[in-house]
Nanobody, 121 residues
Framework: QVQLVESGGGLVQAGGSLRLSCAAS????????MAWYRQAPGKSRELVAF???????NYADSVKGRFTISRDNAKNSVFLDMNTLEPEDTGVYYC???????????????WGQGTQVTVSA
């Protein structure tokens, strides 16, 4: 089965930077949409950055100009570069990748295990 493994979370002071990584493994045939979500304590999950299979990237208004989503096709990975971090960015970050497995007829949704990002004031 396809699995997503996240890494790169941690503790950082306001104004700092982090890079989150998400690598897919398994019988991967093709990769579609990719995205990063986050959930702050006591709040609902929100879309942070979206990288469609085709078309333009999209970012939440709160992170525009500070975060960048990118991919590495050779490694079946998606990254989130976060700069000028703010305490409001604190939360659990989840990667999302839509993948069609080898021999499968359709795409399915896969989620990472989540990685904690804590930004201190």
């Amino acid at each position: 089965q396809v699995q997503l493994v996240e890494s790169g979370g941690g503790l950082v002071q306001a104004g700092g930077s982090l890079r989150l990584s998400c690598a897919a493994s398994g019988s991967i045939g093709s990769v579609g949409n990719m995205a990063w979500y986050r959930q702050a304590p006591g709040k609902s999950r929100e879309l942070v950055a979206f990288l469609p299979q085709t078309g333009n990237t999209n970012y939440a208004d709160s992170v525009k100009g500070r975060f960048t989503i990118s991919r590495d096709n050779a490694k079946n990975s998606v990254f989130l570069d976060m700069n000028t971090l703010e305490p409001e960015d604190t939360g659990v970050y989840y990667c999302y990748v839509r993948i069609k497995s080898v021999g499968d007829f359709n795409y399915r949704d896969y989620w990472g295990q989540g990685t904690q990002v804590t930004v201190s004031a």
